[in-house]
């Protein structure tokens, strides 16, 4: 297509034709678009010279050269902006980013209009920021306006009344960067409408997209550095900022790494130096046990979330005061009467650190708690309370044989029983009775507003062992026949839909598929430990008791691809760590997850039971799943199950059911 100097492109024939010319180059943009921001970006002397271009052969919207005229770059951003597809922007040599290039450096290479305004900056020598050096230091040196012996002009945000030192000019008034009206604009990661953080790689990101790239370090193609990957490449790849040609803008200025952007510092550097203010006595030293719970916080992986938490709240302060020797490092130290998540964390974080021995650990918080929570009973409950608690119920707790201290479990039983003990004590109170006059009626009334049947029965019998109070019978719960509620069809359902849905949080799958196959307790599985899977390399085999157990092929890759995701896990870590340190995955987060695909953990453990139960007699399955017989039995007569009792099948290799 021709087009003669001096050809009239008036308004009205002008965007039409613009249309047509991309509409012939691949580009598929809604015409009134096209039109009304052809005429409006474009003025009449260059219209000819731009149509000219985007008629000619070596136009390629895909592709656009830096020396494309202005004008027909801004029009393609303008298009990028309200989402056309298949525009590629020039990319600027200054910031290898894709923009429109209309200025020229010192080499007379196109560039944009920001790398034009940052050849005038500099890294200010105080403050490490880019700015301009405009003031003298007190060395001598050229520093920012900032950093420089004046300080920075200071004004009056007319939003919200606070002295500020950067302030933007919006109709004649003054806004903090808080109260500045940024304009929405398009994203060019996510496609929404938001407000812009910066210019990176192929256009605008918002804060989400600009912070999910800057967190996110990967190996560069160019170098293969772990790096952020926040440059345009000569192919259009995302690289680094040192293969780019670039300087390292979002390296540490201490270390220079990459791998934890969290400002002019990374993520690990800015964690040392808090540690070290908050863990710092009053000599000026970090005695020994902060030492090691300094150097555990600084190699733990996402410093920027124990930045966070070290930020404000009770566990805080308690540290501080252990750091400066005001608090004795004990376990009454971490305990409140209403609890404290907080200082639970801490003392767990403690544990993990190796700064509290981890032998009786759980127990010594356990004894701590049942002495403060007795401390607000009843003062004529108080010295009968102390003595149940010490001498039952904390004796009589089990113990983890390997951890050398208290299960979780034994744990809870204690605690359950103390509130309970306390709350029954003050219901005789109220009801002008004491211990040894309870009658019969009275036990009975309690237990329509409470249920004790737990806890209430063994310790009336012991108070009756000592004379304390009356014979009294409690009726003791006695497990019945199991309620398989849920069908067959939507038990292969929810197996199916664990197994293929990968919207479902991989640590959710994996435990619940052993539920729903093998019907094991929650408590078991979430407290397995890497060393207890074995990869063969054909198989997997996963020890839950004595015979291990060979995972099914749909089972089996999950296992693999958790694994692979976890890379840094010992042999005797958790194969699911909870959020304390140490600890395993809480049951609660199992039941919440489950409860949103409509089913329980009881209903995928009872129904797994029951199918195992028919079709593999009850000793092979207490054996291979380390039950006891009892429990497969009762499934098995459910099923109507009459294997139950032939030995002869445990010599066999036989598999739970396969899943489907």
């Known amino acids: 297509m021709t087009i003669r100097r001096g050809t009239p492109q008036p308004n009205g024939e002008f965007g039409p034709r613009v249309a047509a010319a991309l509409a012939g180059r691949g580009i598929h943009a809604p015409e009134p678009l096209v039109i009304a921001a052809a005429e409006r970006i474009i003025p009449a002397p260059r219209r000819n010279g731009a149509l000219r271009f985007l008629t000619s052969d070596t136009f390629t919207p895909s592709r656009i050269p830096a020396d494309t005229p202005t004008v027909v770059q801004q029009l393609l951003a303008h298009l990028d902006r309200h989402g056309v597809t298949g525009i590629g922007l020039p990319i600027c040599p200054g910031c290898r980013t894709a923009k429109v290039v209309k200025m020229r450096d010192e080499q007379g290479r196109r560039i944009c209009f920001r790398c034009t305004q940052l050849s005038a900056y500099g890294e200010c020598p105080s403050c490490l920021r880019r700015k301009k050096l405009v003031a003298t230091g007190i060395e001598g040196r050229p520093v920012c306006q900032r950093c420089g012996p004046d300080g920075a002009p200071t004004f009056e945000c007319t939003a919200c009344a606070k002295t500020v030192t950067v302030a933007s000019r919006v109709d004649g008034r003054w806004h903090c960067l808080n109260c500045y009206p940024r304009p929405a604009r398009r994203c060019v990661s996510c496609g929404h409408d938001k407000k812009i953080a910066t210019t990176i790689l192929t256009g605008p990101h918002c804060f989400a997209c600009r912070n999910r790239v800057l967190r996110n370090p990967a190996p560069c193609p160019g170098c293969g550095w772990i790096r952020i990957l926040a440059f345009l490449g000569d192919t259009a790849t995302a690289i680094c900022a040192g293969c780019a040609g670039q300087p390292a803008r979002y390296a540490c200025r201490r270390c220079g790494g990459e791998e934890h952007h969290y400002g002019r510092l990374c993520a690990r550097c800015v964690l040392d130096d808090r540690c070290t203010e908050l863990l710092t006595g009053p000599d000026g030293t970090i005695s020994e046990?902060?030492?090691?719970?300094?150097?555990?916080?600084?190699?733990?992986?996402?410093?920027?979330?124990?930045?966070?938490?070290?930020?404000?709240?009770?566990?805080?302060?308690?540290?501080?005061?252990?750091?400066?020797?005001?608090?004795?490092?004990?376990?009454?130290?971490?305990?409140?009467?209403?609890?404290?998540?907080?200082?639970?964390?801490?003392h767990a974080l403690l544990v993990d650190a190796g700064v509290i021995s981890r032998d009786r650990a759980t127990a010594d918080l356990l004894e701590a708690w049942t002495v403060r929570i007795i401390a607000d009973a009843p003062v004529g409950h108080r010295r009968l309370l102390a003595t149940y608690v010490r001498w039952v119920l904390l004796r009589r707790a089990s113990y983890d044989s390997r951890a050398g201290d208290i299960t979780p479990g034994a744990a809870d039983h204690v605690k359950a029983a103390t509130r309970g003990l306390i709350a029954f004590l003050t219901w005789l109170d109220e009801q002008n009775t004491p211990l040894d006059a309870v009658t019969q009626g009275q036990v009975e009334q309690f237990l329509t507003v409470r249920s004790a049947q737990r806890w209430l029965p063994q310790f009336l019998g012991w108070a009756h062992e000592r004379g304390l109070a009356p014979q009294l019978e409690v009726p003791v719960l006695t497990p019945g026949l199991p309620n398989v509620t849920a069908s067959e069809r939507d038990h292969e359902h929810t197996i199916a839909t664990l197994v293929r849905d990968e919207t479902i949080a991989l640590d959710v799958r994996l435990p619940s598929l052993l539920i729903a196959v093998y019907g094991l307790p929650a408590s078991r599985i979430l407290r397995l430990r890497r060393e207890q899977l074995h990869d063969t390399g054909e198989a997997i085999d996963l020890n839950v008791s004595d015979r291990p157990l060979r995972l099914p092929e749909p089972l089996a890759d999950l296992t693999r691809t958790y694994v692979a995701r976890h890379p840094d896990v010992g042999p005797q870590d958790w194969l699911f760590p909870g959020r304390q340190p140490g600890r395993p995955r809480n049951t609660l987060y199992l039941t919440r997850q489950l409860r949103m695909l409509g089913t329980s953990i009881s209903a995928l453990q009872k129904t797994a039971r029951f199918r195992l139960a028919g079709a593999v007699p009850a000793k092979v399955l207490a054996d291979m799943l380390g039950f006891r017989v009892n429990t497969f039995e009762t499934y098995a007569h459910l099923a109507a199950g009459t294997r139950g009792d032939y030995p002869g099948l445990r010599h066999h290799d036989v598999a739970p059911h396969s899943m489907s």
């Open 289 to 346: 046990p902060m030492r090691a719970l300094r150097d555990h916080l600084c190699t733990r992986p996402r410093p920027a979330q124990i930045i966070k938490w070290l930020r404000r709240g009770p566990h805080i302060d308690l540290l501080c005061e252990i750091a400066s020797g005001r608090t004795p490092l004990t376990a009454a130290s971490f305990v409140r009467p209403c609890g404290d998540k907080g200082l639970d964390y801490l």
